[in-house]
T-cell receptor, first 116, second 109 residues
Framework: DAGITQSPRYKITETGRQVTLMCHQT?????MFWYRQDLGHGLRLIYY???????DKGEVPDGYVVSRSKTENFPLTLESATRSQTSVYFC???????????????FGEGSRLTVL | AQRVTQPEKLLSVFKGAPVELKCNYS??????LFWYVQYSRQRLQLLLR??SRESIKGFTADLNKGETSFHLKKPFAQEEDSAMYYC???????????FGSGTRLQVQP
């Protein structure tokens, strides 16, 4: 099925380990985003990408790395996981700019990460 | 800096009662405002955007620039409206959305 998929859906890791969360979309949307969802904070933007090889920091980028070598993939890497990175991570894609008529965000199902 | 504030973490109403989910924003320019909703075991999805001036599932939202608010309203709540609601804003560049902390709406029978 076409759409946006995230993997893994659940991950438990230990402090200091590297973790990569995958995001794949089949619509060829230009824009892709990573948000983290935490109680009391809602959704906070980590990184986003306007196109392949173009990425920008969001509100909370520290401790995360992204890449976008192909339009359809936007992996998020935690280089050395910390307990504060325990969260639910959402990937989203959009065909156009956020405020435009084509700017609707389509979200993945989320990846729940626990860092022990 | 742009910010979205949803002052209520939880709003509980009875079926048939009016609903108003509050959203206030701070942004110095001309923002675009949205409401996204996440039903139980479903993905986060767009409910409505202010530029469309539409009513979706009986919900409406009016942008009040004087009060910097974009409250979501429905005259008669239904049990299926129970969900997590997020207000979101985009500003200059229109590249990404800034979300509020969300309000959980519980509609009781």
């Amino acid at each position: 099925d076409a759409g946006i998929t995230q993997s893994p859906r659940y991950k438990i890791t230990e402090t200091g380990r590297q973790v990569t969360l995958m995001c794949h979309q089949t619509w060829s949307h230009s824009y892709m985003f990573w948000y983290r969802q935490d109680l009391g904070h809602g959704l906070r933007l980590i990184y986003y990408s306007a196109a392949a090889d173009i990425t920008d920091k969001g509100e909370v980028p520290d401790g995360y790395v992204v890449s976008r070598s192909k339009t359809e993939n936007f992996p998020l890497t935690l280089e050395s996981a910390t307990r504060s990175q325990t969260s639910v991570y959402f990937c989203a894609s959009s065909p156009g700019l956020a405020g435009s008529n084509t700017g609707e965000l389509f979200f993945g199902e989320g990846s729940r990460l626990t860092v022990l | 800096a742009q910010r979205v504030t949803q002052p209520e973490k939880l709003l509980s109403v009875f079926k048939g009662a009016p609903v108003e989910l509050k959203c206030n924003y701070s942004y110095s320019g001309s923002p675009e405002l949205f409401w996204y909703v996440q039903y139980s075991r479903q993905r986060l999805q767009l409910l409505l955007r202010h530029i469309s001036r539409e009513s979706i599932k009986g919900f409406t939202a009016d942008l009040n620039k004087g009060e910097t608010s974009f409250h979501l309203k429905k005259p008669f709540a239904q049990e299926e409206d129970s969900a997590m609601y997020y207000c979101a804003l985009t500003g200059a560049g229109r590249r990404a959305l800034t979300f509020g902390s969300g309000t959980r709406l519980q509609v009781q029978p």
